[in-house]
């Protein structure tokens, strides 16, 4: 009975393992330039763009909903279609690396990541210094404030997007 359980767990540690190995795989082959080392970074691809807030992401079979950590979509949504395209270009049909956010389960089924793209570019950053979005004033404890400040405070100074077209 023993050499069953043993067996058993033997043959389920090689399958995960396996199942593993095949995911981070896929993404190195893409030479992906990691820019900080990340607790939790798990690579998926996108399969939809929702909306302008939220993505859809698929690995083994499940699909996943998220949203960008750490901005928020203004309210005048002047640039919406420019913004959604910007997205779909980058990401739609890529893998992507997904870092988690601490204390971000809202109990929706709708989680909250950090998204970086397979040239290390954080996703968020990106469209916080072009404009497309906004920190959101309610996230006082992220990991990368003064990062995401930063790229927000570069789109004010240019007046790109959000700060330029939409005032």
């Known amino acids: 009975?023993?050499?069953?359980?043993?067996?058993s767990l033997l043959?389920?540690?090689?399958?995960?393992?396996h199942g593993c190995s095949r995911l981070y795989n896929a993404y190195e082959n893409e030479e992906?330039?990691?820019?900080?080392l990340h607790e939790e970074l798990f690579v998926f691809t996108v399969t939809e763009i929702l909306d302008s807030e939220s993505i859809k992401v698929h690995t083994t079979g499940k699909d996943f909903q998220l949203v960008l950590s750490g901005i928020e979509i203004p309210t005048p949504?002047?640039?919406?279609?420019?913004?959604?395209?910007?997205?779909?270009?980058?990401?739609?049909?890529?893998?992507?690396?997904?870092?988690?956010?601490?204390?971000?389960?809202?109990?929706?089924?709708?989680?909250s990541r950090y998204l970086?793209?397979?040239?290390?570019?954080?996703l968020?950053?990106?469209?916080?210094?072009?404009?497309?979005?906004?920190?959101?004033?309610?996230?006082?404890?992220?990991?990368?404030?003064?990062?995401l400040s930063l790229a927000e405070n570069s789109a004010i100074e240019n007046n790109l997007?959000?700060?330029?077209i939409c005032k």
């Open 1 to 7: 009975m023993r050499y069953i359980f043993f067996y």
């Open 11 to 17: 043959i389920t540690s090689l399958i995960f393992s």
């Open 32 to 36: 992906v330039i990691q820019p900080t």
């Open 77 to 111: 949504e002047c640039i919406k279609k420019e913004k959604i395209e910007r997205i779909e270009s980058l990401i739609l049909g890529k893998k992507v690396a997904l870092e988690s956010v601490a204390n971000t389960d809202t109990g929706s089924g709708i989680i």
């Open 116 to 122: 970086w793209l397979p040239d290390g570019t954080m």
């Open 124 to 147: 968020n950053e990106q469209l916080l210094q072009e404009g497309f979005v906004r920190i959101d004033p309610e996230m006082v404890e992220m990991k990368y404030k003064e990062r």
């Open 161 to 164: 997007g959000v700060w330029g």
